[in-house]
């Protein structure tokens, strides 16, 4: 469709020559305007193709940054001047093709003579010029464009990569504590490590498929999150409590995968796993016009001030820089203390709603 629609805007170009170049005919010779533009314009279309398709190769064999300058203006003179001829003898023999076919000078036929010739002439070496100026403009900004996606390409390969190497961080980070966990429990509650290990393997079988690139529903992280703290439950019992508030318009935005399992990771481990009395963890989430603000607390030790911020640098890191490869500027992470409580607030993008995407189970 590009190419149809420039191949129509050069033709019309030659076109609008082709009826300055009738109009000078008639002001220059008095021939009538009938015969004057049906001389002219079969004549401007035929060059047009002929010069357009003569540049085009020419440029492509001729590329300014590999060859001399000098070689090349060599080349496109002598193309140019050859052409020109052409156009001038084949304007010649259309004329006398034209006063053969009219009855005679007084139906308008006109005589190409050789102050006219040499003004055709002129113009034709004008003429493959400025088509062969207009290719190399047109090849250096078809380049360009070509530089521009391949490097916009690079660009997206590294942040895919970028996400995935980060998405990978989370998987043996969260693995590694269940298997200490689970170890911790068979010496002590076989039924209970047993609960932990089919919990553990639903959970990474919801997860499996997540690709680091795909966003999906807030509903359905929430689902995830819901999963990874049904495995943290076998261990805390009653200990560990989970609370979601959930608008309906937050629960169809769109986010990466397993953004908050970090943060919920975090809460267990260094807010609920320091109380003995245990804590609970909630999560609230709205929509504030195009942006989506989610909130994970947790309950939190007073005498542990400083052991959530300090002690999850892969957690607030990993989602801090997932954000950052994700959205840019567009999104933010920020953390708050408070006695007994500790927030994490983020702000990223309401854009690209789902339609209640299926959950993977």
Same mark, same amino acid.
């Given at each position: 469709?590009?190419a149809?629609?420039?191949?129509a805007?050069?033709l @019309?170009?030659?076109?609008?020559?082709?009826?300055l170049l009738?109009g000078?005919?008639?002001?220059?010779?008095g021939?009538?305007?009938?015969a004057?533009? =049906?001389?002219? %314009?079969? =004549?401007? %279309?035929?060059?047009?193709?002929?010069?357009?398709f003569?540049?085009?190769y020419l440029c492509?064999?001729?590329?300014?940054?590999?060859?001399? %300058?000098?070689?090349?203006?060599?080349v496109f003179?002598?193309?140019?001047?050859?052409?020109?001829? /052409?156009w001038?003898?084949? !304007?010649?023999?259309?004329s $006398?093709l034209?006063?053969?076919?009219?009855?005679? *000078?007084?139906?308008g036929?006109l005589?190409?003579?050789?102050?006219?010739a040499? =003004?055709?002439?002129?113009?034709?070496?004008?003429?493959y010029a400025?088509?062969?100026?207009?290719?190399?403009l047109?090849?250096?900004? $078809?380049r360009?464009?070509? %530089?521009?996606?391949r490097?916009?390409?690079m #660009?997206?390969a590294?942040?895919?990569?970028e /996400?995935?190497?980060?998405?990978?961080?989370?998987d043996p980070?969260?693995?590694?504590?269940?298997?200490?966990s689970i170890? @911790?429990l068979?010496s002590i509650?076989p039924?209970?490590?047993?609960?932990?290990?089919?919990? /553990?393997? &639903?959970?990474?079988r919801?997860?499996?498929g997540?690709?680091?690139?795909? #966003?999906?529903?807030?509903?359905?992280?929430?689902?995830?999150?819901?999963?990874?703290?049904?495995?943290e439950?076998?261990r805390?019992?009653p200990?560990?409590?989970f $609370? &979601?508030?959930?608008?309906g318009d937050?629960? &169809?935005?769109?986010v990466?995968?397993?953004?908050?399992q970090?943060?919920?990771e975090n809460?267990?481990?260094?807010?609920?796993?320091?109380?003995l009395? !245990?804590?609970a963890?909630?999560i609230?989430?709205?929509?504030?016009?195009? =942006?989506?603000?989610?909130?994970?607390?947790? &309950?939190?030790d007073?005498?542990? @001030?400083?052991?959530?911020?300090?002690?999850?640098?892969? !957690?607030?890191?990993?989602?801090?820089?997932r954000?950052?490869a994700?959205?840019?500027?567009?999104?933010?992470?920020?953390?708050?203390?408070e *006695?007994?409580?500790?927030?994490v607030?983020l702000?990223?993008?309401?854009a !690209?709603?789902?339609?209640h995407?299926?959950?993977t189970n």
């Amino acid at each position: 469709m590009h190419a149809r629609r420039s191949i129509a805007l050069y033709l @019309a170009a030659w076109l609008l020559f082709g009826l300055l170049l009738a109009g000078l005919i008639v002001a220059a010779t008095g021939a009538r305007i009938g015969a004057s533009l =049906l001389f002219a %314009l079969p =004549l401007a %279309l035929v060059y047009g193709c002929a010069s357009g398709f003569s540049s085009y190769y020419l440029c492509r064999a001729y590329p300014l940054a590999s060859r001399p %300058l000098y070689s090349v203006l060599l080349v496109f003179a002598g193309t140019a001047v050859c052409a020109s001829l /052409l156009w001038t003898a084949a !304007g010649s023999g259309w004329s $006398e093709l034209l006063r053969g076919m009219s009855a005679g *000078p007084a139906q308008g036929s006109l005589v190409v003579t050789r102050p006219f010739a040499a =003004l055709m002439f002129g113009l034709g070496v004008i003429l493959y010029a400025m088509t062969a100026v207009g290719q190399y403009l047109a090849l250096e900004f $078809e380049r360009a464009r070509s %530089l521009e996606r391949r490097e916009l390409e690079m #660009k997206l390969a590294a942040q895919e990569a970028e /996400l995935r190497m980060l998405r990978t961080q989370i998987d043996p980070h969260f693995l590694f504590n269940s298997l200490n966990s689970i170890s @911790a429990l068979t010496s002590i509650d076989p039924p209970a490590a047993r609960s932990m290990t089919l919990q /553990l393997s &639903d959970f990474f079988r919801r997860s499996l498929g997540m690709d680091a690139q795909r #966003k999906v529903p807030l509903a359905q992280e929430i689902a995830l999150v819901q999963a990874f703290l049904a495995v943290e439950g076998v261990r805390f019992g009653p200990r560990l409590a989970f $609370e &979601d508030d959930v608008a309906g318009d937050a629960a &169809d935005c769109l986010v990466p995968p397993m953004i908050l399992q970090p943060l919920v990771e975090n809460a267990v481990k260094h807010g609920i796993g320091h109380r003995l009395e !245990g804590g609970a963890i909630r999560i609230v989430a709205r929509r504030a016009g195009s =942006l989506l603000r989610i909130r994970v607390e947790n &309950d939190a030790d007073d005498e542990e @001030a400083v052991a959530p911020v300090a002690g999850c640098g892969i !957690g607030l890191a990993n989602v801090r820089q997932r954000l950052a490869a994700t959205y840019a500027h567009e999104a933010s992470i920020h953390w708050l203390r408070e *006695p007994g409580r500790f927030y994490v607030d983020l702000t990223l993008p309401a854009a !690209g709603m789902a339609r209640h995407a299926p959950d993977t189970n």
